[in-house]
């Protein structure tokens, strides 16, 4: 079976600051990988998703990922944050022999002035 | 081209009610999950459907219920409502419903259950 733990659920950081979100998953098949952004009063939106090929991930926004398959996580980071990034952020897992998505319970980005 | 639309985007009612939600997926896509989002816990799957036939299901009882229709609309449906089934109720569309299609989502309906 598949999981996906999302480290921090709350991660407080300056405007203009590098900010890493965490996630680590099992599975014993192959995975893919995806990260979703929630704005307040909003559904999910996709940033990126890896699914095979180079393990860094470019998204939206700014944001990339790295797939580090001995380590099983797949973290987020953004090299400078801005007030707009403020919103809740979910790592999530899928496998080949099933095409149920896992979803981590979210970490909440809040940006400090 | 149209995100997915739900409706209505919020609701009220008590306990023992029921309730039925409404979800629009983007056009030509043949897949509708359903997903309850609370604060404790996450985001929680509740059920796939794919060419009007429910293809998978999470770990909710028997309450909660739901179809799709010819169009690809999906409805849910909870009967018997209890306190806690207030949540954030979100509907996602994608092409296939393959493990690594891309999920659109909704701006989900909130439920309160007094």
């Known amino acids: 079976a598949q999981s996906v733990t999302q480290l921090d659920s709350q991660v407080p950081v300056f405007e203009e600051a590098p900010v890493e979100l965490r996630c680590n998953y099992s599975?014993?098949?192959?995975?893919?990988l995806f990260w979703y952004v929630q704005y307040p009063n909003q559904g999910l939106q996709l940033l990126l998703k890896?699914?095979?090929?180079?393990?860094l991930v470019k998204g939206i926004n700014g944001f990339e990922a790295e797939f580090n398959k001995s380590q099983t996580s797949f973290h987020l980071r953004k090299p400078s944050v801005h007030i707009s990034d403020t919103a809740e952020y979910f790592c999530?897992?899928?496998?080949?022999?099933?095409?149920?998505?896992?979803f981590g319970k979210g970490t909440r980005l809040h940006i400090l002035p | 081209k149209a995100g997915v639309t739900q409706t209505p985007r919020y609701l009220i009612k008590t306990r023992g009610q029921q309730v039925t939600l409404s979800c629009s997926p983007i056009?030509?896509?043949?897949?509708v999950s359903w997903y309850q989002q609370t604060p404790g816990q996450g985001l929680q799957f509740l059920f796939e459907y794919f060419s009007e036939t429910q293809r998978n299901k999470g770990n909710f009882p028997g309450r909660f219920s739901g179809r799709q229709f010819s169009n690809s609309r999906s409805e849910m449906n909870v009967s018997t409502l209890e306190l806690g089934d207030s949540a954030l109720y979100l509907c996602?569309?994608?092409?296939?419903?393959?493990?690594?299609?891309?999920?659109?989502f909704g701006p989900g309906t909130r439920l309160t259950v007094l």
């Open positions: 996602a569309s994608s092409l296939e419903g393959r493990p690594w299609d891309e999920q659109f």
């Open positions: 056009s030509g896509h043949r897949s």
């Open positions: 890896y699914l095979s090929g180079s393990t």
């Open positions: 999530a897992v899928s496998g080949n022999r099933d095409d149920k998505i896992i």
């Open positions: 599975s014993s098949v192959s995975v893919y």
